[in-house]
């Protein structure tokens, strides 16, 4: 589904990605591990067409993504949700849900069924559907970020650092979630520094450090290895 | 007490008040020149409601407002005076004039992001001024362009009478107050908004940035357009200082002072400064060293301006109270602050 080939990206005379191949199987739910800093959401921006690469290939579905604009790569099927959330606090969770829906405005039936969904998969963001999104608890907040992406229609859905500030108790919802979304038929891109708990519900993961990938696998592999246990799940 | 009053100012019956009030206004006001001076403040607010779309909404300051605002004064100007065109006709072309000019202008400028931006349109304001003054043949150069015509009544009904201008003024500023609100509570509102939050997450979002920012940046320009034409259909005389680069100036501040972003700040900002302005005319020139520290205060302590303020401290007591949106909405009419802003 997607593909990258000898990706790289520069940030002024910084290499900030090198050399990056990297394969994403439809349905699979792929993880990315890494440290803060390791280049994970420049490869994500990179595949967002936020950035543009250097050098390399970003094939999606036989289409090639560099180049492209942000808007044309979902249009593609590609979104991002972004790390910190970002959403419009002062607009209703409505409001920034639907505006996720923006490549797909013409179609209101669609939009409306889409809309259903979502709040099926978090409901209390139908409660909260009239309340300022910058209202709502750290939890709910990255749900209605992910909620926004997933109104987007995304094949491939790229979460970065969904974890990120939340109490353990809604970790542990976020990922089930996640794993819901993808067992729904959404292709998934995971971003994590919560190492264990990606990689229980990852088909497979690849390992960043200093922008590039040092490691690949799949689940079993991965718990399995001694490096990664040490380096991300610390034990 | 303070929590009810702020309620019932943002009862949805309220803009109708305000609208009463503003019709009675002429039959209030103690002579014509108030009435002369809230005709003109209202021409004010409608460019201001332009500069709010761009600015407030869209979040790219430009700093050639005024100059649009010139361009329309002065396409009613010629056009009427020189070409010999009714008033509709010429009012018509100088919409067309400023949309098209600021679609070019827009394509150019929007290119670059944020102070480089705004440094580019003042250039631009800048160059709208220079051309008003020292191109001659089309502008007649610093005399300016008098004979305007002033726009064609109807039955009784003379537009050359400061009276009957009101009410056209305010019909077009209601228009405009309502175009608004219609924009703020569509799609393509909470696209410039999101645009506002980031040029990245916007995209992130699917967002067409340079489509939505040359749409903004055209709303913008058509509404100083037809500011500057019923400005000159008003005044029926116009000269290079109606372009001068202060006038944008003066609306920034109109647009801090009432609340940028916020669909009753234009008007609150305008109709407020013009009017303390006019209070402070003994002053003479010294009226600024009042006026200045006041406006530095009221920047200071209130960023988010006069209806900015307002809505953030009632949502804000409102959250206090317990009372979640649909509640407040039911016991005294009060959404979340953006929807009532919305709503109004």
């Given at each position: 589904?997607?593909?990258?080939?000898?990706?790289?990206?520069?940030y002024g005379s910084f290499k900030a990605l090198n050399n990056i191949n990297m394969t994403v199987d439809t349905g699979g739910l792929v993880v990315l591990l890494g440290a803060n800093g390791a280049g994970k959401s420049t490869l994500f921006n990179a595949i967002s067409g936020l950035i543009k690469p250097s050098a390399g290939n970003i094939e999606f579905e036989d289409k090639i993504l560099n180049g492209m604009r942000p808007s044309a790569v979902v249009s593609a099927g590609v979104v991002q949700c972004a790390e910190g959330r970002q959403l419009f606090p002062q607009m209703s969770v409505h409001d920034n849900l639907m505006l996720g829906a923006y490549v797909h405005?013409?179609?209101?039936?669609?939009?409306?069924?889409?809309?259903?969904?979502?709040?099926?998969?978090?409901?209390?963001?139908?409660?909260?559907?009239?309340?300022?999104?910058?209202?709502?608890?750290?939890?709910?907040?990255?749900?209605?970020?992910?909620?926004?992406?997933?109104?987007?229609?995304?094949?491939?859905?790229?979460?970065?650092?969904?974890?990120?500030?939340?109490?353990?108790?809604?970790?542990?919802?976020?990922?089930?979630?996640?794993?819901?979304?993808?067992?729904?038929?959404?292709?998934?891109?995971?971003?994590?520094?919560?190492?264990?708990?990606?990689?229980?519900?990852?088909?497979?993961?690849?390992?960043?450090?200093?922008?590039?990938?040092?490691?690949?696998?799949?689940?079993?592999?991965?718990?399995?290895?001694?490096?990664?246990?040490?380096?991300?799940?610390?034990? | 007490?303070?929590?009810?009053?702020?309620?019932?100012?943002?009862?949805?019956?309220?803009?109708?008040?305000?609208?009463?009030?503003?019709?009675?206004?002429?039959?209030?006001?103690?002579?014509?020149?108030?009435?002369?001076?809230?005709?003109?403040?209202?021409?004010?607010?409608?460019?201001?409601?332009?500069?709010?779309?761009?600015?407030?909404?869209?979040?790219?300051?430009?700093?050639?407002?005024?100059?649009?605002?010139?361009?329309?004064?002065?396409?009613?100007?010629?056009?009427?005076?020189?070409?010999?065109?009714?008033?509709?006709?010429?009012?018509?072309?100088?919409?067309?004039?400023?949309?098209?000019?600021?679609?070019?202008?827009?394509?150019?400028?929007?290119?670059?992001?944020?102070?480089?931006?705004?440094?580019?349109?003042?250039?631009?304001?800048?160059?709208?001024?220079?051309?008003?003054?020292?191109?001659?043949?089309?502008?007649?150069?610093?005399?300016?362009?008098?004979?305007?015509?002033?726009?064609?009544?109807?039955?009784?009904?003379?537009?050359?009478?400061?009276?009957?201008?009101?009410?056209?003024?305010?019909?077009?500023?209601?228009?405009?107050?309502?175009?608004?609100?219609?924009?703020?509570?569509?799609?393509?509102?909470?696209?410039?908004?999101?645009?506002?939050?980031?040029?990245?997450?916007?995209?992130?979002?699917?967002?067409?940035?340079?489509?939505?920012?040359?749409?903004?940046?055209?709303?913008?320009?058509?509404?100083?357009?037809?500011?500057?034409?019923?400005?000159?259909?008003?005044?029926?005389?116009?000269?290079?200082?109606?372009?001068?680069?202060?006038?944008?100036?003066?609306?920034?501040?109109?647009?801090?002072?009432?609340?940028?972003?916020?669909?009753?700040?234009?008007?609150?900002?305008?109709?407020?400064?013009?009017?303390?302005?006019?209070?402070?005319?003994?002053?003479?020139?010294?009226?600024?060293?009042?006026?200045?520290?006041?406006?530095?205060?009221?920047?200071?302590?209130?960023?988010?301006?006069?209806?900015?303020?307002?809505?953030?401290?009632?949502?804000?007591?409102?959250?206090?109270?317990?009372?979640?949106?649909?509640?407040?909405?039911?016991?005294?009419?009060?959404?979340?602050?953006?929807?009532?802003?919305?709503?109004?």
């Amino acid at each position: 589904m997607l593909q990258l080939k000898n990706v790289d990206v520069h940030y002024g005379s910084f290499k900030a990605l090198n050399n990056i191949n990297m394969t994403v199987d439809t349905g699979g739910l792929v993880v990315l591990l890494g440290a803060n800093g390791a280049g994970k959401s420049t490869l994500f921006n990179a595949i967002s067409g936020l950035i543009k690469p250097s050098a390399g290939n970003i094939e999606f579905e036989d289409k090639i993504l560099n180049g492209m604009r942000p808007s044309a790569v979902v249009s593609a099927g590609v979104v991002q949700c972004a790390e910190g959330r970002q959403l419009f606090p002062q607009m209703s969770v409505h409001d920034n849900l639907m505006l996720g829906a923006y490549v797909h405005r013409k179609d209101k039936e669609g939009n409306r069924k889409r809309l259903n969904e979502v709040l099926e998969l978090f409901p209390i963001l139908e409660e909260k559907a009239h309340q300022p999104a910058g209202s709502l608890s750290g939890g709910q907040q990255q749900m209605v970020a992910i909620g926004r992406a997933m109104m987007s229609r995304p094949r491939l859905l790229m979460l970065d650092e969904p974890s990120l500030g939340l109490a353990p108790l809604v970790v542990k919802q976020m990922f089930e979630t996640i794993q819901q979304i993808n067992s729904l038929g959404t292709t998934v891109l995971l971003a994590e520094q919560n190492a264990f708990a990606a990689l229980k519900i990852a088909t497979h993961a690849y390992v960043m450090e200093n922008g590039q990938l040092v490691m690949d696998g799949d689940r079993e592999t991965m718990l399995g290895n001694e490096e990664v246990r040490k380096a991300y799940i610390g034990a | 007490m303070m929590f009810k009053l702020g309620a019932l100012i943002m009862h949805p019956a309220s803009k109708y008040a305000l609208l009463a009030l503003a019709l009675l206004f002429p039959a209030l006001a103690a002579n014509e020149y108030q009435v002369y001076v809230m005709a003109t403040a209202f021409i004010w607010a409608i460019a201001v409601y332009g500069f709010n779309v761009i600015t407030g909404y869209c979040g790219q300051l430009n700093l050639a407002h005024g100059g649009f605002f010139a361009i329309g004064a002065y396409a009613v100007a010629l056009l009427t005076a020189d070409y010999g065109w009714n008033f509709w006709p010429a009012f018509i072309g100088a919409l067309v004039i400023t949309a098209v000019l600021g679609f070019l202008v827009g394509a150019v400028s929007l290119r670059l992001k944020e102070h480089y931006f705004a440094i580019f349109t003042l250039c631009v304001g800048f160059i709208i001024y220079l051309l008003l003054d020292k191109w001659e043949e089309l502008t007649h150069g610093a005399i300016g362009v008098r004979g305007i015509a002033a726009p064609d009544g109807f039955g009784l009904v003379n537009f050359r009478e400061t009276i009957p201008v009101y009410y056209l003024i305010l019909f077009f500023l209601v228009f405009i107050i309502w175009f608004t609100s219609r924009i703020q509570k569509s799609l393509l509102g909470r696209t410039f908004i999101a645009i506002r939050n980031g040029d990245d997450l916007a995209e992130s979002l699917g967002i067409n940035l340079m489509k939505n920012k040359i749409l903004a940046f055209v709303i913008s320009t058509t509404y100083a357009g037809l500011a500057g034409a019923l400005y000159a259909g008003m005044i029926r005389f116009v000269g290079p200082e109606d372009g001068n680069i202060l006038h944008t100036f003066n609306m920034i501040t109109y647009l801090l002072v009432g609340g940028i972003g916020t669909l009753f700040g234009p008007l609150i900002g305008t109709l407020g400064i013009v009017w303390i302005t006019q209070s402070l005319q003994f002053l003479e020139e010294y009226r600024m060293i009042i006026f200045g520290p006041l406006l530095v205060i009221l920047v200071i302590f209130f960023p988010l301006g006069v209806s900015g303020s307002f809505l953030t401290w009632m949502h804000r007591k409102a959250q206090a109270l317990g009372l979640g949106p649909k509640k407040v909405q039911q016991e005294s009419k009060v959404n979340t602050a953006r929807e009532v802003e919305n709503n109004a």
